[in-house]
């Protein structure tokens, strides 16, 4: 069985800025199998939104997708 989460880490400086760092991480058998970044960067509080918005649009529909592929299966 596949797992597939997004994390996504946010740390404050002490300047203002806050970085953000987005992985997607797909499991296999319980153990991390693909690791991929997707966002690792720097931004302002304000600016976050705008950044993380279109990687949990893209993990919306992907969830979608799948969950509409899956045929409930009655018991015999």
């Given at each position: ?6 994390r996504?880490?946010v740390?404050a ?6 970085s953000?760092?987005v ?7 319980g ?11 720097w931004?302002l509080?304000?600016?976050l939104?705008a950044v993380?918005?279109p990687i949990?649009d893209?993990a ?5 997708a799948?969950?509409?592929?899956l045929v409930p299966?009655?018991?015999?």
């Amino acid at each position: 069985m596949r797992l597939t989460q997004y994390r996504i880490n946010v740390h404050a400086n002490a300047d203002g800025m806050i970085s953000v760092v987005v992985a997607e991480i797909e499991y296999q058998r319980g153990k991390a199998h693909l690791v991929e970044i997707l966002h690792n960067d720097w931004c302002l509080p304000e600016e976050l939104y705008a950044v993380v918005e279109p990687i949990l649009d893209r993990a919306a529909r992907e969830g979608l997708a799948i969950s509409n592929d899956l045929v409930p299966q009655l018991p015999l």
